[in-house]
T-cell receptor, first 112, second 112 residues
């Protein structure tokens, strides 16, 4: 039982490049989330998926897109990376909206 | 927009003493209030949560209190130990949807 698995763990991109962060959970959770964490700030929600087949914008969605591929997988895409997107990205899942969220190990992304 | 304010940003206490971290939220419809602990370089993990129909909840050395009228909630850690050193985040649900709004975090330092 791996919980929530994110790939990659580290990534360096040049400005303008694109990439997809992958996330998979094996807990049969309905809800999945993508957060970014910047120094001195809390977690900020980028996008979430309340259930399979639905996605909604969070607090900071600009510059990102998501896909809920199936119940297990939720990917985050940066179409044209910018230095302001340098951050640590966390994927999380929960059974329902107001239950414990389990986080992946994080992806440290640097855009140069 | 809605926000969660967390204080203090850094808290240093002597081992064995108590620590209190406070959060204030703005959305009167919030009804779920989790606390997460994040050790350096690791993922956030839930340590305790409380729902709006409960005023206080305890789990061994950790307790959370909620004052809905004043819109604030607090984390209390008693008999602090070195392994309590971490960053602690509070969060509040945003209205009736699946979003959580997070505080900026409190770095708790336990002095030997």
């Amino acid at each position: 039982n791996a919980g929530v698995t994110q790939t990659p763990k580290f990534q360096v991109l040049k400005t303008g490049q694109s990439m997809t962060l992958q996330c998979a959970q094996d807990m049969n959770h309905n809800s999945m989330y993508w957060y970014r964490q910047d120094p001195g700030m809390g977690l900020r929600l980028i996008y979430y998926s309340a259930s399979e087949g639905t996605t909604d914008k969070g607090e900071v969605p600009n510059g990102y897109n998501v896909s809920r591929l199936n119940k297990r997988e939720f990917s985050l895409r940066l179409e044209s990376a910018a230095p302001s997107q340098t951050s640590v990205y966390f994927c999380a899942s929960s059974e329902l909206g107001y239950t414990e969220a389990f986080f992946g190990q994080g992806t440290r992304l640097t855009v140069v | 927009g809605e926000n969660v304010e967390q204080h203090p940003s850094t808290l240093s206490v002597q081992e064995g003493d108590s620590a209190v971290i406070k959060c204030t939220y703005s959305d009167s419809a919030s009804n779920y209030f989790p606390w997460y602990k994040q050790e350096l370089g690791k993922r956030p993990q839930l340590i305790i949560d409380i729902r709006s129909n409960v005023g206080e909840k305890k789990d061994q050395r950790i307790a959370v209190t909620l004052n809905k009228t004043a819109k604030h909630f607090s984390l209390h850690i008693t008999e602090t130990q070195p392994e309590d050193s971490a960053v602690y985040f509070c969060a509040a649900s945003l209205g009736s949807n699946y979003q959580l709004i997070w505080g900026a975090g409190t770095k708790l330092i336990i002095k030997p």
